[in-house]
């Protein structure tokens, strides 16, 4: 039996500015089933060929994540646990060079908080249990200055999307641990920073 949760229609983007959105479109199920993974790879290539704006490239593929997670009830189950000391776990389940996105299953333990930090490229976030508050800010100046820009509870079956110019913090709030399953654009290091509200710096993360 399907995990239902994931039937959920709760999607969201953050934008450019900073500004969360709620995301609604027709329909999600895709009319070839079962929907592989390696459909969604595919799938996934022919949209970043095609399209260059970062929001428009997001948009085309959520509907595109909501479907693989009903169809490969699999991939609901392909975590690693976390680890103790560290709080949180990566399990990556795609990754080739030259291949412009990776995938990758995310769980953190509870009670854990992220610091500020961007992703300095497109991502796609879909939960896939437990609940954790993202708090968005926006960068306003060189001086590293951040402008609140409010924060989302997510739950399972929710999916977030956002752009390169997110700033957010995610904070574990159940008893719980939360896990994820993530795709990635191509990531600019040289652009990916932790920040610090209070001295407004911000360091290479």
């Known amino acids: 039996m399907k995990n239902t949760t994931i039937y959920q229609n709760n999607d969201y983007l953050v934008n450019s ?33 095609t399209e260059v704006n970062q929001e428009e490239i997001i948009k085309l593929l959520i509907p595109k994540v909501r479907t693989l997670l009903i169809e490969s009830e699999w991939l609901q189950f392909a975590y690693t646990p976390a680890h103790n000391q560290l709080g949180w776990s990566v399990n990556t389940l795609y990754e080739e060079p030259d291949y412009p996105i990776t995938i990758q299953m995310v769980t953190w333990l ?33 001086e590293s200055s951040l402008d609140y820009m409010g924060e989302k509870i997510l739950l399972a079956g929710d999916i977030l999307g956002f752009t390169d110019q997110m700033i ?9 641990p939360v896990i994820s399953f993530n795709v990635y654009g191509i990531t600019n290091f040289s652009q990916r920073f932790e920040f610090d509200l209070i001295n407004k710096t911000k360091k290479l993360f």
């Open 17 to 49: 500015q900073g500004m969360l959105i709620d995301y609604k479109y027709d329909d999600f199920v895709s009319v070839i089933k079962p929907y592989r993974l390696y459909r969604f790879l595919t799938d996934l290539e022919d949209v970043i060929k």
């Open 110 to 142: 509870p009670q854990q908080k992220s610091p500020i930090h961007n992703h300095a490229t497109w991502g796609i976030v879909a939960i896939i249990s437990g609940a954790e508050k993202n708090t968005f800010w926006h960068e306003s100046n060189e």
């Open 168 to 176: 957010h913090q995610v904070e574990v709030i159940e008893d719980e």
